[in-house]
Nanobody
Framework: QVQLVQSGGGLVQPGGSLRLSCAAS????????MGWYRQAPGKERELVAA???????NYTDSVKGRFTISRDNARNTVYLQMNSLKPEDTAVYYC??????????????WGQGTQVTVSS
């Protein structure tokens, strides 16, 4: 079993910053991709940013230059630093981790979600 625990999020004014964290634990042999998704009310879940095991990153266009995804492989943790936040960034943010467990079976898990609200 693999568990993901998210932290961070909350209420911030426009232009402010927040940092999200997501720590994976359990029967992890290796982690491949780690990513952050978000879902706003009435909208579909969308990919915000992703990072590969080699450190390659990609971002949705609306967050480029404002958000930074990073990972700490020793801690099996992925971070999302969000700067210059806008009201349209308001959503529930979910982390996603894909990897191999001790039996070399593929796993694909989601975090519990954390609310990010950008409002004055």
């Amino acid at each position: 079993q693999v568990q993901l625990v998210q932290s961070g999020g909350g209420l911030v004014q426009p232009g402010g910053s927040l940092r999200l964290s997501c720590a994976a634990s359990g029967t992890i042999y290796s982690i491949n991709a780690m990513g952050w998704y978000r879902q706003a009310p009435g909208k579909e879940r969308e990919l915000v940013a992703a990072i590969s095991s080699a450190g390659h990153t990609n971002y949705t266009d609306s967050v480029k230059g404002r958000f930074t995804i990073s990972r700490d492989n020793a801690r099996n943790t992925v971070y999302l630093q969000m700067n210059s936040l806008k009201p349209e960034d308001t959503a529930v943010y979910y982390c996603n981790v894909v990897g191999l467990d001790y039996g070399l079976g593929l796993f694909d898990y989601w975090g519990q979600g954390t609310q990010v609200t950008v409002s004055s």
